[in-house]
């Protein structure tokens, strides 16, 4: 069998039409010439075929049907028409006066003039009362819904011959055109079940084409009977299509895959053997991935479906993949190189998954063991880690010292990975004098307690902590005052983790520059609390790390003056996070000396885990936070995350604060 | 002929008639009073009338088969249907609905090496049971919130089953919320999904917010259109409460047209503090099953399957979900249960579904415990005079059926009537009397309250009468 | 064998723009578009091609990879090295390498 494509050229537009599925630069005449007509049955003739099967588009648009059709029947040949059924009475004519046992046509139960409860398109009512009984229906099925049984009505209604032909709206050759997914094969599978029960009932015979499978059916295609589970499961077996221009294609799915202009002498058997390399190429490709293990596949009973549906499955999908250069097969859980650093930890690995929920890093205030025991139990995977003061005398933390009775046995049983702070805002003596003592400590607890994550506020330090110590967690501490993008470049092969600064820390812009800008991860304090920009801040903190005693925040008397001045302070409420989701890798609550009450330790904490509401004067922290309750709506907070900063000329915080201040004691 | 002995006979008043129903036979009739008091008198006072017509005779002789066995026995092999993975109960959603207590849930993820001692030990069943498929099925939380974990089991999985003489099959109950990549590996290693979507984006945005204030529509209705460009199943999950009953209809048209899935699933919200504070509670039973069914059948005419779980009319059953099923579902601290319910859920019922655990690179199974699940499944006290007694099972073990539970009809049991009643009435062809149903409302009042269905209560039944 | 780069340089691999894949239940099929040549990857050599698609840093990678395979760090790395090499002989990624300062400043 040989098809021929007499034009692309239809009234209807079928959306899955394979026929308008061929590429423009397939560059198809209108209609196939006469020249080309003769060689096409020269072709057939000489292949010993014995049916020329004509198709389009519309096949009778062709000019010179009538006389193309006589020709194939002068020549001895039999005529199969596919058609959409709407053709004019002369064309009618024309296939009425040709001998009925040679001429078979199939008209294509085209949707929209095959529309269920309406009535039939009245041309093709007139050629199914004229020439019904040499008629079968075809079906291509571009949906589930589109298997209905009405066209089976009209087999009866016109006398048309007991015969449909069903068919699977295969992918084109142009990718974008509908067709039906292999996805909803099984819920064909199950309409089809019915519609053959219906078709049998009353005396029908269905035909199957290509690309029927036996998983489409709910009984693995054992509930057809055998002459039709037969016709499912089997591989194309292309009947060449003759194009308009006399060029052959195996068939109109694959037209991209393979197109060529016969050779004089050729017959079919040899266009064919051309056509077989493209079949043998994608023998193992299936149109379902479980194709390649499935048993009927391998008794043979099923070649696995479309084979344009098939490589429709082949994706090419971009990807990079990285290997830092320092990793080797001998150690290849820990690499050395500047960049990343992973770990066999999966814990570790998690945190760096940006799309894990943030962890949070707490403060290590002086409780028993049951406190942070209990603390495990509750919270332990939403925790990242504790952080505390550098143990020993090398170098201050920032703060005056605190507490530490419990600290021994906290640290012996390892309840959470420990953070130690190595961060005064200046260091007491030069770098290269104090780096041996600071160096001895790291070590020191290292050996005992097991690997370290460091904060600190001096870049040149964190250098030297990076050499020295390469399998470190290194965080840049909110007191090295990181705001800008270039800031954060710089840190990068440095420091794994930012701590921004309280500048831009209810800044949303500024921080989504910093995140672009940095390669490791985000770590925002939720309660710093200090005023964005303060100028009384690096003396207090050095205050800070003199004194035995809190020192009183220098800022106080600014803070009297102008109290609308704390609702600018460095702080979120828990309520509120959701403002940074996206944008944070890991959050830090502040407290090692706000929070030393483990009651109020739990609740804080226990807020922020679960995002519950609280007023700024519960959360402890820095001096700039509101002192007393206040509700902070979300409206007035969010505009505060993109404000241009410009205090002195913007009312918003004071009005807010005047409107909502509640008289109460200082808590 | 002998009486029945244990009811699987019930008679369903409707508007005209009955409806005679033999789950266990897979069996459904319309009867008038009489027709049914012929049955009555045959299977449960042991008369004999003389007489009967041709079809009467036809359907005693039917009704005098055994009725098909569903319980397991207790020697039945185990024979877990597929292994379930909680890869971890955090998920990156904050549904305001959630029943796992997702939203505060614990990061906690299933170590890698649990994830393979479970694959393991499924791959080693399903080689004994001669199956010819290694199934698995993530849940969550949201289970691709542990993507790691997730890839290390399915490749771990395809693995084994190569080694096996089994084909993989991975299977995901997802919120969708994730990036491009991660849909398309979905889409390329897994062979079913159900993808929870509520409506378009104002319902879904209310019920599925990614945070308060941010909605999740955009990003999970890109992941479903990306989903369907693959072979695998494609299943949607619709949440009804009140904020979608009415246009349930419409929702289902849409998401058939918009996303083309296999199967929509519709379950009716959980209220839960979170929903109740969220201001969202489950919709009315009847408008539920009076919008219900008409999405059913919308769905039905686009070539869509869209069911409500407990209204399944495809064969009887014993329970409802995995609990029962010798399902073996693994947590992310290795322990392994029949259900995929929080801990704490079945302990306020006092259940106790814990089946083994994961010591070491070892799933252990104790065989005796996944037994006495099936009993406690199988026991359903509060179900014995519902004609729905072997197709809904009883609904949800722990939240519907658990021991000691009030048996009087709530919610879930009303609606679960009215849409089998109307389920069997269009199986039968007898679309119309559906209809019937659904648009009175007194038909549908003594249905759904209908407190014995059981034909031995048949001479003291209300309605029918039409 | 792929020889690492030198301090400082990170070493990429790039699926070439003729290559197509698809995942079936007995491994992936790959096509070279440039010659036609299509080439099945077994498991569980199969297991390397998912996982260097993925977003993971290394370290994640040789967690999984190792953890699917069931085979320890040193075979699990060698594993991956070997069907790095042969699929770049193959011409179905390509290697490329790059100075870390300017992978950063490139994104």
Known sequence: MANISLTQHCPLACDYCFARSLPDDFNLPDFMSRATFDWALHLLQRSGIRQVRLLGGEPTLHPQFPSLVEDIIKAGLDLMLFTNGQMSDSIIDCLAELPTERVSILVNAATCLFTAGSALDPSVAGLFRRLGNRIALGLNISSPAGLSDHILNHVSRYGLLPAVRLGLAHPHAAADRPFLHPRLYRMVGERLVAFLDRARQLGIEVNLDCGFVPCMFPNGGQELEPELARQIGRRCSPIPDILPDGSVIACFPLARKGRFRPDNGDDLAEIRNRFSALEQSFESLGIFPECAACRARSNGCCSGGCRAAAIRRLRQQPFTFTMSAHDTPSDPFVTHGPNRRETADPDRLAAYDRSAPPRWVIPYVDQPLTFWQQLADDFDPKLLSVYLPLPGTAVGSGRPRQPMAHLAEFLEHRLFPVNVLVNPIVLPKPLDKIWPDIAHALREFERRHGMVSVTTADLLLAERIRQEFPDCTIAASVLMDIATSWQAHLLNGVCDVLVPSSQVMRNLPALRELRKAFNGRIRLIVNEACLPGCPYRRQHFFEMGQEEALPHSLCEPLLKAHPWLRLTGAWVLPQHLHFYDGLIDEWKLAGRVTLQDPVRYRRVLSAYLARTPMQPHEIGGGPASPLHPLDIEADFFQQTLTCDRRCQACSVCREYMTARMKHQPEV | MSKLPDSDLFAVPLPKGFLLFSPRRRLAVRLNRQALMVLFRIFVAGDHPSGLSPEMDALVAELSQPPEQVIPSANTAVSPPFLGLITTRACNLACAYCAFGSRTSPDERMPLATAVAAVDWMAHQARRLARETLDIHFFGGEPFAAPEVVDTAVLRGRIMAEQSGLRPHFEASTNGYYTADQADFIGAYFHAVVVSIDGPAPVHDRHRPAAPGKGSFDRVAETIQRLGRWELKLCLRVCVSTENVASLEEIVSWLGHTFRPSVINLETLQPTPESVAAGLRPPDPVEFAVHGHRAIRRARSQGIKAVYSAAEMDGPRYTFCPVGRDTIIVSPDGQAASCYLPRWEWKQRDLTLEVGRVDGANLHVDSRAIRRVRRAAAHKPRCRRCFCRWTCAGGCLVNQTWPGCPHAYDDFCRQTRLLSACALLDAMGDSAEADGVLTDARAMAVLAEHADDRLENFPTMAGGHG | ?107
Not at chain 3, 25 to 52: F, K
Not at chain 3, 75 to 80: D, I, M, N
Request: glycine letters at 8%; charged letters at 20%; proline letters at 5%.
């Open chain 3, 1 to 107: 064998m792929v020889e690492p780069a030198a301090p400082g340089r990170i070493i990429q691999y790039e699926c070439a723009s003729t290559t197509t894949w698809a995942v079936d239940d007995r491994g992936v099929i790959v096509v070279d578009g440039s010659t036609g040549a299509i080439r099945r990857i077994p498991h569980p050599e199969a297991a390397v091609w998912a996982l260097i698609q993925r977003p993971y840093a290394w370290g994640r990678v040789m967690n999984i990879l190792s953890a699917a395979t069931g085979l320890d760090g040193a075979a699990a790395s060698s594993l991956l090295q070997r069907c790095l090499a042969e699929w770049t002989a193959a011409g179905l990624i390509r290697m490329t390498t790059k100075d870390a300062l300017e992978s950063i400043a490139h994104g």
